[in-house]
T-cell receptor
């Protein structure tokens, strides 16, 4: 199994530009999570989906952030417009079951730098 | 609101020795789940061990074990016979039980960087 796939691995953009991060979960997993990791705030859960439906987006920092999951094998996290404070590593994770003991499998992350 | 605190930004251990990483949390819930994740330099997050709060027995996975003190809201990770490959960032995480709306919270600590000395 290829694991959770994220693209791009690195993204450098200028303030005000639109940024789209992509995630392909492990085949058969029905829950998908987006996290942001910074030195200051650690690892934060932004949003999660179950069976392609957003369950809780209370972690999304503001309206500039949006996430979609059009099908079971693909999700995007979009930032428009981007700001320097959005610089972070963004992780996608997936799991097999919407249950308390689910093991989340993380992707390698996308390092975003906004100049 | 729930919080997770890892008070040790960095720890060092000699190879083959034992080290304990600390984690405390705050919650008003009686049932929840706790996890330790490892993040090596590759940035990949890997589940190390998990504990259900309703279970009194401490979880164990090979060289990794936890000391779960529910009353004290403490969840420390013990690594025995430390190996060079154990060097990584370790995150403690809390997961609430799903509410009536089906939502839950997944909260991570700020991490402890573990160095293993040869």
């Amino acid at each position: 199994d290829a694991g959770v796939i994220q693209s791009p691995r690195h993204e450098v953009t200028e303030m005000g530009q639109e940024v789209t991060l992509r995630c392909k979960p492990i085949s058969g997993h029905n829950s998908l999570f987006w996290y942001r990791q910074t030195m200051m705030r650690g690892l934060e859960l932004l949003i999660y989906f179950n069976n392609n439906v957003p369950i809780d987006d209370s972690g999304m920092p503001e309206d500039r952030f949006s996430a979609k999951m059009p099908n079971a094998s693909f999700s995007t996290l979009k930032i428009q417009p981007s700001e320097p404070r959005d610089s972070a590593v963004y992780f996608c994770a997936s799991s097999t079951d919407y249950s308390p003991t689910d093991t989340q499998y993380f992707g390698p992350g996308t390092r975003l730098t906004v100049l | 609101a729930q919080t997770v605190t890892q008070s040790q930004p960095e720890m060092s251990v000699q190879e083959a020795e034992t080290v304990t990483l600390s984690c405390t949390y705050d919650t008003s819930e009686s049932d929840y789940y706790l996890f330790w994740y490892k993040q090596p330099p590759s940035r990949q997050m890997i589940l190390v061990i998990r504990q259900e709060a309703y279970k009194q027995q401490n979880a164990t996975e090979n060289r990794f074990s936890v000391n779960f003190q529910k009353a004290a809201k403490s969840f420390s990770l013990k690594i025995s016979d430390s190996q060079l490959g154990d060097a990584a960032m370790y995150f403690c995480a809390y997961r609430s039980v799903s509410g009536s709306s089906g939502t839950y919270k997944y909260i991570f600590g700020t991490g402890t960087r573990l160095k293993v000395l040869a």
